[in-house]
């Protein structure tokens, strides 16, 4: 089960990214990163002739293996041996759906787009632009950096606030819990 939690924008060479967390972990959309391009194809269809290129998913197939024990590697053999021909089609949620991928995420609907781990968002962009990819890379980072920068402010907080209440909440026991002792007389 996904649990995509909300969209991060990063801008690319004025080129809006979007950047999502499926449990935890950031997917980049690659139908952004493709409709950056000034071609005339749709961003589906760069997306489609990148996957089914025989590198593209030797590095997808391995990606896989190496993050993902539910990969179907008989099903991705079957792709890689059909991969060059030129009746051989194979889209992202084919791709994803067929060999139980965990590396690429396909949202449908209105607001939807191809996304990928950053890792294989970072491939595409070598074969789209290494300007591109460049300046992305960058990007994330920045956006990594202040994402941890916000949450070490936050820890720090919650530090103090609790060591403020830990002397309230002493003194409290002391004055309310304890019982006096008994003087001699």
């Not at 924008?9 to 809006?16: A, F, L, P, S, T």
């Not at 998913?57 to 179907?72: I, R, S, V």
């Not at 994803?96 to 996304?115: D, F, P």
């Not at 960058?138 to 950096?145: G, P």
Request: charged residues 25%; contains cysteine.
């Amino acid at each position: 089960m996904y649990m995509v939690t909300k969209t991060k924008i990063i801008k690319v060479q004025d080129i809006e990214i979007s950047v999502i967390a499926i449990n935890d972990i950031d997917f980049i959309s690659i139908t952004d990163i493709a409709k950056s391009q000034d071609v005339e194809s749709r961003a589906a269809d760069i997306i489609k002739n990148w996957i089914r290129n025989r590198s593209t998913l030797e590095f997808l197939g391995t990606w896989e293996q190496l993050y993902n024990p539910d990969f179907k590697v008989v099903e991705f053999d079957h792709f890689r041996m059909r991969a060059g021909l030129p009746s051989f089609v194979l889209g992202p949620g084919q791709w994803a759906e067929k060999t139980n991928a965990i590396g690429i995420y396909v949202k449908l609907g209105k607001y939807g787009g191809t996304y990928a781990h950053k890792d294989i968002a970072f491939e595409f962009c070598s074969a789209i632009s290494p300007v591109f990819k460049l300046c992305l890379t960058r990007e994330f980072q920045r956006l990594k950096e202040e994402e941890s920068s916000k949450k070490n402010l936050e820890w720090n907080l919650q530090r103090t606030l609790a060591k403020i209440n830990y002397r309230i909440q002493t003194d409290a026991i002391k004055e309310n819990l304890i019982p006096a002792l008994p003087t001699a007389a």
